[in-house]
């Protein structure tokens, strides 16, 4: 048994010899045919990395939300179809208290308006989107100041002309002299710089660190009153919730808390909507496998021509080495023996021309990660799949060839000159 | 029970709505340890009947019995196991693989009999040892006289230890002197107990043998036992 193994492995050694002495003799022709294959394997496993890659991005940027939160907009949830009761969105501070009273598993919630405002200090200015919220804001979507403090219920109550400025934007007022304790102009008012919030990166090209927050309070009051429709309306509200608690529970508990409070019966449109990062996560998932099929679907035809390229050169070697096929055939060669010669030297072609287009594609792919600061990451499962699915063309594209080799008559095949 | 035996056997050809008759109902028997020359015009069907009776052809009607064997009877893999472990070939243009060595083409049989490596090495050595190129295994084809070559030919037909040897016009491409040394080695292969079957034109060659075919047009047209020899076959 163990002997039969052995010889077995012995058998397809030899095969690889005589594969590397076949394509040693055509040396040229060998390298050409390989490079068919790299660029095919080069294309296909970048196009399988880029995918990953935007994928873990978006994942990142969704992380960097707040990893188990919904999102609450005042806008009607057209989703579900059915009648429309109400003339615009509704969502409220009161709702927000209400939902934090009354839902259970919350860790914290950041109500906030949102607006973009003009900074100045000493000639300097500065545009950024400020986001009017509370300290829940920090907590929700784990951000803290690095330098300073955040905004505090004191600030909130108060309605306190005080601002925390992401890196970005302190960068741009102040360089590198440390703002915190500085007076800032924001639309003419003096407001104090509390803190420097931590980096938060970007992705997408969008800088997370682009940001001013203050209470919201002093949002309303000075930026945004007007443009709301009520004294005690929200754009947005974030609902951080503690770990372990399923987001689709909370979200129907939340939809029927709120229901309750506008009184919307049946199959109405709710006049508001929920989104969790758990969806989020399941729709850019869908989206990104989308677009690496697409990728991985346009990159693939450069593999077919690799193949068809291998196939090609078989079939001239196998009509080159008729004798040979004939010979090793009275010789004892059995049809499986000659088939099998021919898929690995197939197979020993492709996977030579897989390896290079693999460190090609690491190569690539570095330099896409440092250069454009695009993540794309080839790991292990990426590079032995590479090496697989070469050999598995390899056998594909080799393998008429080799069944034809395995059919000629012998004594057809000897007398070939 | 005869070693090789033809009953009727033919082969055709379609050339052109044209039908040659290569090899036209020839039936034979060649007993263990027999050393036959088959002679014959250019197009007698020498070839074609060396051809099927090696299994590398195969008859359009006829049987071929290789040890009691029919060869009809058999797929392509136990004719290719036959040919492996009962006969070996011996060429006219030697048929070496170009760009491997003495060594490695004698070896290439035993691959088929699926032995390892080691084993390949040992006894591919031993033959060539056998017929005087031990210091040759090394060498490819291209570094050997056609003498070397068809010795190194012979050390891969002898290596699975056949019991029949087919050659067809083996010293064709050889000098006189170099055909008389491969000669030498038949008739001691003969002597050693292997039943040889050599096609040739040469009646030096065929001098050798102890009994002598002739074939004309596909037919056997005469099978004599030659006297000539000092050992006689009765
Ligand atoms: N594949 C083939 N297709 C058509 N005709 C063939 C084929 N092989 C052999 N023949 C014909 O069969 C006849 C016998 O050929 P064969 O090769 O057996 O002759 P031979 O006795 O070996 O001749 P030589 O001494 O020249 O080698 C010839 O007329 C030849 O033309
Ligand atoms: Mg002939």
Not at chain 1, 29 to 48: C, E, N, Q, W
Not at chain 1, 92 to 107: H, P
Request: proline share 3%; hydrophobic share 45%.
């Amino acid at each position: 048994m163990i002997g039969n193994i052995r010889q077995q492995a012995s058998g397809w050694l030899v095969n690889v010899a005589i594969a590397m002495t076949a394509l040693r003799t055509n040396l040229m022709r060998s390298i050409l045919t390989t490079l068919g294959v790299m660029i095919g394997v080069f294309a296909v496993t970048l196009a399988v990395a880029v995918g990953s890659g935007a994928q873990v991005s978006v994942m990142q940027s969704i992380n960097a939300l707040g990893s188990n939160m919904a999102l609450i907009f005042p806008q009607p949830d057209t989703g579900e179809g059915g009648r429309r009761s109400f003339d615009r969105g509704r969502l409220t501070m009161r709702d927000a208290r209400a939902i934090q009273k009354q839902i259970s598993g919350i860790d914290d919630i950041a109500p906030q308006l949102r607006s973009n405002i003009q900074l100045i200090v000493a000639g300097r200015n500065a545009s950024t989107n400020a986001v009017g919220t509370t300290p829940g804001y920090g907590k929700v979507s784990n951000l803290v100041a690095e330098n300073g403090r955040f905004i505090s219920e004191a600030d909130v109550r108060s309605a306190a002309r005080v601002v925390v400025l992401g890196p970005t934007v302190a960068r741009k007022l102040f360089g590198d002299f440390d703002p915190v304790g500085e007076t800032i102009r924001i639309n003419r008012a003096p407001f104090t710089v509390i803190g420097i919030t931590e980096s938060k990166g970007s992705s997408f090209g969008n800088d997370n660190d682009d940001i001013a927050l203050m209470p919201i309070s002093t949002m309303r009051q000075r930026f945004s009153g007007d443009s709301l429709a009520g004294p005690d309306d929200l754009q947005l509200l974030f609902v951080g919730f503690q770990d372990g608690i399923s987001l689709p529970d909370a979200k129907r508990e939340m939809t029927k808390l709120l229901r309750e409070r506008y009184r919307v019966r049946g199959k109405d449109i709710n006049p508001f909507t929920i989104r969790t990062t758990e969806e989020f996560m399941k729709e850019s998932a869908q989206v990104t496998g989308i677009f690496q099929i697409v990728l991985v679907a346009i990159a693939s035809i450069s593999l077919l021509v690799g193949g068809i390229g291998i196939m090609n050169i078989m079939l001239v070697s196998v009509t080159e080495r008729t004798r040979e096929i004939g010979l090793r055939m009275a010789l004892g060669a059995k049809r499986s023996d000659i088939r099998n010669q021919f898929l690995v030297e197939a197979a020993v072609l492709c996977v030579i021309g897989g390896a290079m287009g693999l460190i090609l594609a690491i190569a690539g792919g570095t330099a896409l990660t440092v250069y454009a600061d695009f993540p794309v990451p080839i790991g292990v499962g990426v590079g032995v799949g590479a090496i697989i699915f070469s050999a598995f063309i390899g056998l594909l594209f080799g393998g008429y060839p080799a069944v034809r080799a395995s059919r000629l008559s012998p004594i057809e095949a000897l007398r070939t000159e | 029970m005869a070693l090789v035996e033809t009953q009727d056997l033919v082969k055709k050809y379609e050339l052109g709505g044209e039908t040659v008759r290569a090899v036209d109902g020839v039936s034979l028997s060649i007993e263990r340890g027999e050393y036959v020359a088959i002679m014959g015009a250019s197009g007698s069907g020498k070839s074609t009947f060396m051809n099927m009776i090696g299994c590398l052809d195969i008859p359009t009607s006829g049987i071929v019995r290789i040890d009691g064997i029919a060869t009809s009877d058999r797929d392509s893999d136990a004719l290719a196991e036959l040919r492996n472990q009962k006969i070996g070939f011996v060429f006219q243009q030697f048929n070496l693989l170009a760009r491997t060595t003495a060594l490695d083409n004698v070896a290439v049989p035993l691959i088929y009999a699926g032995l390892g490596t080691e084993a390949r090495r040992d006894k591919a050595k031993a033959k060539l040892e056998e017929m005087g190129l031990g210091d040759r295994l090394d060498h490819s084809p291209a570094k050997l006289s056609g003498g070397q070559q068809q010795r190194v030919a012979i050390a891969r037909a002898l290596v699975t230890d056949p019991v029949i040897l087919l050659a067809d016009e083996p010293t064709g491409a050889l000098d006189s002197k170099t055909s008389e040394d491969i000669m030498q080695i038949f008739e001691s292969l003969n002597e050693q107990g292997i039943t040889i079957i050599v096609v040739t034109h040469e009646a030096e060659i065929a001098g050798h043998a102890k009994r002598r075919i002739e074939f004309r047009d596909g037919k056997v047209i005469e099978d004599v036992v030659v006297n000539n020899r000092q050992k006689v076959s009765s």
